[in-house]
Antibody
Framework: QVQLQESGPGLVKPSQTLSLTCTVS??????????WSWIRQPAGKGLEWIGR???????NYNPSLKSRVTISVDTSKNQFSLKLNSVTAADTAVYYC????????????WGQGTLVTVSS | EIVLTQSPATLSLSPGERATLSCGAS?????LAWYQQKPGLAPRLLIY???SRATGIPDRFSGSGSGTDFTLTISRVEPEDFAVYYC?????????FGGGTKVEIK
């Protein structure tokens, strides 16, 4: 059974960098079969795809966030990570990591999500 | 970017009734999925490729449509089906989601 678990600070100050890690179990990121995505959801609102990474390190980002986002992968730890810089209150959301099973963006396994609040 | 519009925003039903949820796209979609989300939980994949049920999804859930118009149908709503449902297009970057339809108890 594939499981994903997000981790990282729950509180980030405005203008600083949000950093989260997703640890994958039950599957190997280095198997090369899947992409790995980040998605976020502000409280009471819909879902926004942030971007994704392949085991090779190839990335795709949402143009709306591209200038502030970096997604990286650490195959030795079976983890991938998200960095979002210059955060504002508008970046306050639950952040999810997910597996992309079709290489086209079908998100079949999701982490439980982690709330990140941007506040001084 | 492909914009997905879901309707209605809220659907009030009694258990046992049929639910019909719509998802319209601003341009033709390659692939479409539906997800169910309950409060405090991550979305769960229900339907992929517009009409294929994901593993473990009951057959009361069905999807249809192509191009720019898609439908998720719950043949007889069970108490555990009251949730928010999102459509999502994939195959075109960026991935985008609809705004969601909340299925609530009438």
């Amino acid at each position: 059974q594939v499981q994903l678990q997000e981790s990282g600070p729950g509180l980030v100050k405005p203008s600083q960098t949000l950093s989260l890690t997703c640890t994958v179990s039950g599957d190997s990121i280095s198997s090369g079969s899947f992409y790995w995505s980040w998605i976020r959801q502000p409280a009471g609102k819909g879902l926004e795809w942030i971007g994704r990474i392949y085991t090779s390190g190839h990335t795709n980002y949402n143009p709306s966030l591209k200038s502030r986002v970096t997604i990286s992968v650490d195959t030795s730890k079976n983890q991938f990570s998200l960095k979002l810089n210059s955060v504002t209150a508008a970046d306050t959301a639950v952040y999810y990591c997910a597996r992309d099973s079709a290489a086209a963006g079908l998100l079949d396994y999701w982490g439980q999500g982690t709330l990140v609040t941007v506040s001084s | 970017e492909i914009v997905l519009t879901q309707s209605p925003a809220t659907l009030s039903l009694s258990p046992g009734e049929r639910a019909t949820l719509s998802c319209g796209a601003s341009q033709s979609v390659t692939y479409l999925a539906w997800y169910q989300q309950k409060p405090g939980l991550a979305p769960r994949l229900l339907i992929y490729d517009a009409s294929s049920r994901a593993t473990g999804i009951p057959d009361r859930f069905s999807g249809s449509g192509s191009g720019t118009d898609f439908t998720l149908t719950i043949s007889r709503v069970e108490p555990e089906d009251f949730a928010v449902y999102y459509c999502q297009q994939y195959g075109s970057s960026p991935l985008t989601f609809g705004g969601g339809t909340k299925v609530e108890i009438k």
